[in-house]
């Protein structure tokens, strides 16, 4: 039998949250989904495909953060490529950059049945 998680620090956190923000967190996976002590609420960070809680515990992230992260959190090449582009040129623009067309261009050569890609932010804008 595993010993119980330490989680002291995200439990306090949690129940400021409760104080402050409709639900406590955001996100699909709520605390109240799960027996609440049980489960860890706050990270602190990731490296890899690990994370690590406010409280110290480390684990795998088999979700991905929900998709964006497949190739893991803080990888330096990507990471200073998204630092670059941030700061030469901003990001989250309500029209279309020309990177749009590389990237999918780069899908193709990858994936041989990839003829067309749309980039999408939300799964509701993927789902028409």
């Not at 002590?37 to 490296?47: A, L, R, S, T, V």
């Not at 929900?66 to 330096?76: A, N």
């Not at 309500?94 to 932010?121: D, F, G, N, W, Y």
């Amino acid at each position: 039998m595993a010993d119980k998680l330490k989680l002291d620090k995200s439990m306090a956190m949690y129940a400021e949250a409760q104080t402050l923000v409709p639900g406590a967190v955001a996100g699909i996976r709520r605390p109240y989904n799960f027996v609440i002590g049980e489960y860890p609420i706050y990270f602190d960070n990731g490296k890899g495909g690990r994370v690590t809680d406010v409280d110290g515990n480390e684990y795998i992230d088999f979700l991905c953060a929900y998709g964006p992260i497949i190739i893991g959190y803080r990888e330096e090449e990507i990471d200073h490529a998204v630092q670059e582009q941030v700061n030469s040129k901003g990001f989250c623009f309500s029209l279309t950059q020309p990177q749009q067309s590389e990237l999918v261009k780069k899908l193709q050569e990858v994936i041989p049945c990839c003829e067309m890609a749309a980039l999408v932010k939300t799964g509701s804008d993927a789902t028409p």
